[in-house]
């Protein structure tokens, strides 16, 4: 079972349902431990941990579930793919369950970069306009465009640009149809003004 993509310090489920191998009912087990080795390793950063079989989940037969955070200081890693092995004793049978789950690498940032929720509305984002000076410049009509991934050309965002009172920072809202791409490229523009231009990721 794929647990799923978390970030360093997330916690991370692991489920575990344990039958009767004679009949397949639900049944608790008198040996329940879960191990978390890294990628293609077989030395195990959590190795036969307890997952204490004397209480199931919900007073729930057969049905177990604990949780492990994953930090850098227990040796979890951004970017690195993990495999729980789980092994139970039921009825006197010895049996294993695997999962997985990655710690998703972190997002390098350059100058000019910002990151999104991909596909999700964001309101109210702000940025500035400057004169050819260098100064803040304030009472502008702007023009906010963007172009999303290999589109062949630059399109008017939905919604409106506004001034932040009198302090040449300016907010537009991004609608979800607006962010649902990997790249953007933000150009903001008005007379009187140099360009604003912010290449922007969007993560999932």
């Known amino acids: 079972?794929?647990?799923?993509?978390?970030?360093?310090?997330?916690?991370?489920?692991?489920?575990?349902?344990?039958?009767?191998?004679?009949?397949?009912?639900?049944?608790?087990?008198?040996?329940?431990?879960?191990?978390?080795?890294?990628?293609?390793?077989?030395?195990?950063?959590?190795?036969?941990?307890?997952?204490?079989?004397?209480?199931?989940?919900?007073?729930?037969?057969?049905?177990?579930?604990?949780?492990?955070?994953?930090?850098?200081?227990?040796?979890?890693?951004?970017?690195?793919?993990?495999?729980?092995?789980?092994?139970?004793?039921?009825?006197?049978?010895?049996?294993?369950?695997?999962?997985?789950?990655?710690?998703?690498?972190?997002?390098?940032?350059?100058?000019g970069q910002i990151v999104f929720k991909k596909n999700v509305a964001r309101p109210n984002f702000a940025f500035p306009m400057f004169d050819g000076a260098g100064a803040l410049k304030t009472g502008l009509t702007v023009a906010a465009v963007i172009r999303k991934d290999a589109g062949a050309s630059f399109a008017a965002l939905a919604g409106a640009v506004t001034e932040i009172g009198t302090t040449g920072w300016y907010t537009v809202d991004f609608a979800q149809a607006e962010t649902n791409a990997d790249t953007i490229a933000f150009s903001a523009s008005a007379s009187g003004a140099n360009p604003t231009c912010y290449t922007i990721l969007t993560q999932a």
Not at 4 to 26: E, K, L, M
Not at 72 to 93: Q, R
């Open 1 to 111: 079972m794929y647990l799923g993509s978390f970030a360093i310090d997330d916690y991370v489920g692991i489920p575990v349902a344990t039958h009767r191998f004679s009949s397949g009912a639900a049944y608790a087990p008198t040996v329940l431990t879960y191990s978390i080795y890294e990628e293609v390793t077989n030395v195990g950063i959590d190795e036969n941990v307890d997952m204490v079989v004397a209480s199931p989940f919900d007073s729930v037969v057969g049905c177990y579930w604990v949780r492990r955070q994953l930090t850098a200081a227990a040796g979890f890693g951004a970017g690195k793919n993990y495999l729980v092995v789980v092994k139970a004793t039921v009825d006197s049978v010895a049996a294993i369950q695997m999962h997985t789950f990655q710690v998703a690498a972190k997002t390098t940032l350059i100058a």
